[in-house]
């Protein structure tokens, strides 16, 4: 179902050096599809937003064509293929030959089913997603170049304590929610609060599956590099030494309006159907995501196995939006 409510803001603003890329330009295969044989690059850029080389972001570009839908030329298209043919990258060409390019994107998730435990889990990964991309010769000031800007819908706050054996060196907010995207489609996302204005500030909200908040926040995409070292004892000699590297990418916020939309409200807020409804599409997309999962799985073992129905509900009935 289809529905409108205020048009949510969903804004990410990338710009840097491209690090490393995996685009490629790929035909449609489907011979049931109006597009059958049509060109389309697909892939992820790597974005170098600082000098000092310790922050990457990475944009994911699912279907990117020659014509837009208006049958015009696609910029974002022609800067892609670009790169592909004849662009240069920091870790090949090193940052000072790098392509230069500015992205502006939106918050997404890639949604999928794992199995842990011999159960069925759903995982829904935060991803920049597509957007219009430029070359450029010149970069913007180094604390513009990964910044992102939401309108959220609050429904908890969870406190991190300093852990240094988790490489946590101060005490941080999870403040768990959900955006919206260019269709209305609801998002559940967590973003972190590392300032100590900014953690009492979004504590003294109260926000909770029955007292939802919605507002407007902003911040940076932040990446940290974590290496893991484990020695292993020996019978004799040296211990034996491995690191493992992780790298951990947070939406930091680091600010918010001063006032909250107000809940209910139709023409600046959002009102309790609309977020009910939001709910219902999710679960139904869900399910599909679902059904897909199992199938691939029932072909891989030549069996078949149930596949996922939408629920007759969401959480709302019960009172509270937990998503």
Do not use: C
């Not at 597009?35 to 994911?60: M, P, R, S, W």
């Amino acid at each position: 179902r289809r529905f409108k409510m205020k048009k949510a803001i969903n804004r990410e603003h990338i710009e840097g050096y491209v690090y490393e890329h995996n685009l490629a330009i790929k035909t449609v295969q489907n011979t049931e599809s109006k597009n059958y044989g049509k060109e389309f690059i697909n892939g992820t850029l790597d974005i170098q937003t600082d000098e000092a080389g310790l922050n990457v972001v990475t944009v994911n570009f699912t279907y990117v064509t020659e014509v837009t839908s208006k049958g015009t030329k696609n910029e974002t298209y022609a800067t892609l293929k670009n790169i592909i043919e004849n662009g240069k990258t920091v870790l090949v060409d090193g940052k000072d030959a790098a392509t230069m390019v500015r992205i502006d994107t939106a918050l997404g998730l890639n949604d999928f089913y794992t199995s842990r435990n011999g159960e069925e889990t759903l995982v829904s990964v935060k991803k920049n997603d597509g957007g219009f991309v430029h070359a450029t010769n010149k970069l913007g000031d180094e604390a513009t170049r990964n910044t992102f800007e939401f309108d959220m819908l609050i429904n908890g706050t969870r406190l991190v304590e300093a852990d240094e054996e988790k490489h946590i060196d101060a005490d941080y907010l999870i403040v768990k929610g959900a955006v919206f995207n260019f269709r209305n489609a609801i998002l559940p996302v967590e973003l972190v609060v590392k300032s100590t204005g900014g953690i009492k500030y979004f504590e003294s909200l109260d926000a909770s599956p029955s007292n939802l908040v919605f507002t407007k926040v902003w911040g940076k995409i932040e990446s940290q590099t974590i290496v893991d070292r484990r020695e292993e004892e020996s019978a004799f000699g040296d211990a034996a030494v491995k690191e493992y590297t992780r790298t951990i990418r947070e939406w930091v916020i680091t600010g918010t309006a001063k006032e909250t939309y107000e809940i209910d409200d139709e023409k600046n807020g959002i009102t309790t159907d609309e977020i009910k409804t939001a709910m219902a599409n999710r679960e139904v997309y869900l399910a599909n995501v679902k059904k897909k999962a199992d199938e691939y799985q029932a072909s891989k073992a030549a069996n078949m196995s149930t596949t996922a129905t939408p629920s007759a509900g969401t959480t709302a009935a019960a009172g509270g939006f937990n998503f």
